[in-house]
């Protein structure tokens, strides 16, 4: 059997500025060990909330209601004596479009390294940063300008450098999203590739807004629909046997996959609501006066 890493009970989102947004609305979802999972849904569904709410990054901003609860291995993220940084580190974040450390890029994998204590000696710190460099395909690119600033990589090798930093300090569950999403093509492809290396060791919980990258990729797959979770299974049951309606319009919907372009290039008509989805939205909401 399988090990769950991060589980959430019930948990919502509620962004209560000047317009009310239940943008999650009570999931219950658990996220087996060395297993990459895919969250998709339309736009505006609620993916990227409920992956920030798995991280306690709603903490940070103002007019955000969090309810419900968050285990990683059993433990509460919210409602924990375990300071923030601690909890980060183990629930580590790549946004769609990271930003490196204003340090080198040998420091930019070392400062987690550091800070965390997780190494024993200065060799052991460069044996880290080259182990983890070398895991995000990154090590060939760099080994000869590892004392180079960061902010001149290109944004692919940045988004490889961010994964690079989150993997050394060691998180038991790594969350990615729409990772690709920002990045040219070939740079798309490239970190591809990476996130399918990773996935072999690591469990991952990746947003996409690609059904293709979902297909090509996960082991299990999510969709969410208007804040709630539709359906959740594994990736071949999902795909060839969906059980609900709505899954099948989704995945069959306009800008299929096959018609699209190359690894993380899709665009957003990928996975927008088809137009009968869209009617069925606007009858039933996300928002809640
Ligand atoms: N800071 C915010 N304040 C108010 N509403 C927000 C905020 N962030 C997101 N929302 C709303 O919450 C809902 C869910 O947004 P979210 O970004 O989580 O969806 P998503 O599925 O990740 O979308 P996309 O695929 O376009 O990134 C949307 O209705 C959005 O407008």
Same mark, same amino acid.
């Given at each position: ?24 609305? *009570? ?5 087996? =060990? ?16 409920? @992956? ?6 709603? $903490?940070?901003?103002?007019?955000? /209601? ?33 930003? !490196? @450390? !204003?340090?080198?890029?040998? /420091?930019?994998?070392?400062? *987690? @390294? ?5 190494? &024993?000696?200065? $060799? ?12 995000? $395909? @990154? ?28 993997? %050394?300090?060691?998180?038991? +569950?790594?969350?990615?999203? =729409? ?6 093509? +070939?740079? #798309? /492809? ?9 996935? =072999? =060791? ?9 059904? &293709?990258?979902?297909?090509?990729? #996960? ?46 290039? %899709?665009?957003?008509? /990928?996975?927008?609501?088809? $137009?009968?989805?869209?009617?069925? *939205? ?8």
């Amino acid at each position: 059997m399988t090990d769950t890493v991060l589980e959430t009970r019930n948990l919502a989102v509620t962004y209560t500025g000047d317009r009310r947004v239940e943008a999650v609305k *009570g999931v219950d979802l658990s996220f087996p =060990e060395n297993r990459l999972t895919a969250i998709i849904g339309p736009s505006g569904c609620g993916k990227s909330t409920y @992956l920030k709410a798995l991280d306690r990054l709603h $903490d940070i901003q103002p007019n955000v /209601e969090v309810t419900g609860e968050v285990y990683l291995r059993g433990e509460p993220v919210y409602d924990t004596d375990v300071p923030a940084p601690e909890l980060r580190r183990r629930i580590g974040y790549v946004p769609q479009d990271p930003t !490196p @450390l !204003p340090l080198s890029i040998y /420091e930019n994998v070392a400062y *987690g @390294l550091r800070i965390h204590d997780l190494h &024993d000696s200065k $060799d052991d710190l460069d044996d880290r940063v080259e182990r983890y460099l070398r895991q995000v $395909d @990154l090590w060939d690119e760099v080994a000869d300008r590892l004392d180079a600033p960061a902010a001149g990589l290109s944004t692919g090798q940045i988004q490889r450098l961010c994964l690079a930093r989150s993997l %050394a300090v060691e998180p038991d +569950v790594l969350l990615c999203d =729409e990772v690709t999403s920002a990045l040219d093509p +070939v740079s #798309a /492809e490239n970190v591809e590739e990476t996130l399918a290396g990773l996935a =072999e =060791e690591y469990t991952i919980v990746m947003v996409t807004h690609s059904m &293709d990258q979902a297909r090509r990729l #996960a082991d299990e797959v999510v969709f969410l629909y208007l804040g709630e979770v539709v359906e959740a299974n594994d990736v071949r049951s999902f795909f060839e046997n969906p059980e609900h309606e709505r899954t099948k319009r989704f995945i069959s919907g306009p800008g299929t996959p096959d018609t699209l372009g190359p690894a993380g290039s %899709a665009s957003e008509a /990928e996975t927008k609501p088809s $137009d009968t989805e869209r009617d069925e *939205g606007a009858s039933d909401p996300p928002t809640a006066e």
